[in-house]
């Protein structure tokens, strides 16, 4: 399984979110946040900015919904051209059903944990979800350290989708760059979700491509 990036928008110019857009099109994703000041202490855009966003963009769309119910919201992302709709474990209410309901709209269904959630609740629902975000920072800003902790419930997910045999994939947000991506890549992630260490390099493009080379370079046998 290749590696992915997908830049996050939390790191652009937001009075130029159509011109970063297409500076990172040789991107996989644009990640992008959508923080409500309920379930995160921060705020960003919503579903009119993200219609726009998803009618400009070059590149697929990435939805992270740090918000209080998902099982409200998500949907409506989903319909407004969201290739991936990623809503928090924590935050939704019945996270099975919503998953198929995002699927059913056409959109790959992910599930985010927070550093300290356990992965384990979610392991035997590996068929109802296409992807695993595991935060390597605490979710609602950019420009946090990655946390190493996070690290082995990378594992154990990796070891997990692994033994089943589904195609899941396994997300990291939070502090990743070119000094931390190699162990997230080593541990079995194969999407990685970075924002100041793309959007504040010297070249963007240049950025994006190094950071796949390395994530492929030492991706896990089983990603």
């Known amino acids: 399984m290749a590696a992915l990036i997908s830049p996050s928008i939390l790191s652009a110019d937001f009075a130029n979110l159509e011109r970063d857009l297409n500076a990172i099109a040789t991107a996989d994703y644009a990640h992008v946040d959508v923080m409500d000041y309920h379930f995160v202490p921060n705020l960003t855009l919503g579903l009119p900015v993200f219609e726009r966003l998803a009618a400009v963009s070059p590149i697929p769309l990435d939805a992270h919904l740090m918000i209080d119910d998902p099982d409200r919201w998500a949907p409506a992302y989903a319909e407004a051209g969201a290739a991936s709709v990623t809503f928090h474990a924590e935050a939704a209410t019945a996270p099975v059903r919503l998953a198929r309901e995002l699927r059913r709209l056409g959109a790959r269904a992910g599930v985010a944990l927070r550093p300290a959630t356990p992965v384990e609740p979610f392991l035997d629902l590996l068929s109802e979800v296409d992807m695993i975000l595991v935060m390597t920072v605490e979710p609602g800003f950019g420009g946090q ?41 080593d541990a079995g992630a194969n999407v990685f979700v970075a924002g100041s260490a793309v959007f504040g390099a010297d070249s963007i493009e240049g950025e994006i491509s190094a950071l796949r080379e390395l994530a492929g370079a030492h991706r896990h046998a089983g990603a």
């Not at 045999?165 to 939070?174: N, S």
């Open 145 to 185: 350290s990655f946390i190493d902790g996070t690290l082995p419930k990378i594992r154990r997910a990796r070891q997990a989708v692994s033994e089943s045999g589904l195609d899941v994939w396994i997300q990291v947000d939070g502090g990743v760059s070119r000094s931390t991506i190699e162990r997230a890549a």
